[in-house]
Nanobody
Framework: QVELVESGGHLVRTGESLRLSCAAS????????MAWFRQPPGKEREFVAT????????FYADSVKGRFTISRDAAQNTVYLQMSNLNPEDTAVYYC????????????????WGQGTQVTVSS
């Protein structure tokens, strides 16, 4: 019933910027937070950033702090991930997630997941 759809991923060069979007839809979307995770090739999913929907409070992984910004729209049904100064280490499938827990950095703490969008950063 609740669907998350990511968009915006594509091939970029080192140092460039990219913005990802995640649109949430559903008859009764009552999650408290949304987040971004990523899965590099051959690795497990890792936390990127999360946002509390009520007041847009944010929390970031150390690896992206200062480079990535998570935000939401006024309707609280879309979150964005603005990525700057990208490097090949950022290459991954990026997933949007939503859940009841706030400021959560573990994948198991999120209830809903999108299908992912591929971000590839060339050197």
């Amino acid at each position: 019933q609740v669907e998350l759809v990511e968009s915006g991923g594509h091939l970029v060069r080192t140092g460039e910027s990219l913005r990802l979007s995640c649109a949430a839809s559903g008859r009764n979307f009552n999650m408290n937070s949304m987040a971004w995770f990523r899965q590099p090739p051959g690795k497990e999913r890792e936390f990127v950033a999360t946002l509390r929907l009520s007041d847009a409070t944010t929390f970031y992984a150390d690896s992206v702090k200062g480079r990535f910004t998570i935000s939401r729209d006024a309707a609280q049904n879309t979150v964005y991930l603005q990525m700057s100064n990208l490097n090949p280490e950022d290459t991954a499938v990026y997933y949007c997630a939503a859940g009841l827990y706030v400021m959560a950095d573990q994948a198991r703490q999120y209830r809903y997941w999108g299908q992912g969008t591929q971000v590839t950063v060339s050197s």
